[in-house]
């Protein structure tokens, strides 16, 4: 559910607030690049999703 902005008591910096929470989740899926090499290998590494790659 939302936030309905045309009541009185709406808050009035919601664009700031929607850019924080753009800017949490967009380093939130940052940060998990710093462990892309981790999931490569355990995937490779893997028999089933070996055989995968090799025949994509």
């Known amino acids: 559910e939302g936030v309905n902005f045309n009541k009185n008591n ?3 910096n919601y664009f700031i607030i929607n850019i924080r929470l753009a ?3 967009l380093l939130k ?3 998990k690049l710093n462990n892309l090499p981790a999931y490569f290998i355990a ?3 893997y028999s089933y999703y ?3 790659f090799k025949n994509a």
């Open 43 to 45: 995937t490779s590494l």
């Open 10 to 12: 709406a808050p009035k």
């Open 23 to 25: 800017y949490k989740k």
């Open 29 to 31: 899926y940052y940060l």
């Open 50 to 52: 070996k055989y995968y």
